[in-house]
């Protein structure tokens, strides 16, 4: 179902138009009425390089994925605690309403993500998520998230 636009929210074509500038890299384009992005970001000179997606509906909220390479859980089997899924970042809290439609994703959502994976790394090797924020209990979907009551 697409999502109906909410005013002063950016249109499909204005997000696809501002990824394309802020993100020549990345193959970005409008197909049956989701804008999809995708391309290879390494967040530091030390960090890994990664394959990542985002799929946006307009005046939905954008779904990201890490796909290559897989976001692995520590040696001891501990699980990322800011993931909604094995593979999909939580960028931010959408009960928060630290990102909306009216909200250009390239100045956003990737930077976001970039973000988000040095703090991942930096888990990886100490067990201390150091990018704060709320975490997304294990199998819940940004859809019950954004249905939260705030504070939980």
Known sequence: MVGRR????LG???QLARMKL???AFRNEIRHGCLQCSGVIRSLPVTAAYAVR???HESNMPTVYVDDPELRRRDNG???PHLYGDNEPCLYWPPGREWSPQMSLALTIIPWLHEWLVFYEG???TGEWQGGGY???PGQTKVSSDRADEGT
């Not at 909410?6 to 929210?9: D, I, L």
């Open 22 to 24: 802020a993100w020549p």
């Open 6 to 9: 909410r005013k002063g929210s």
């Open 135 to 137: 975490h997304p209990t």
């Open 123 to 125: 888990w990886l090797v």
């Open 78 to 80: 501990e699980r990322c």
């Open 12 to 14: 499909l074509h204005e």
């Open 54 to 56: 985002m799929e946006y």
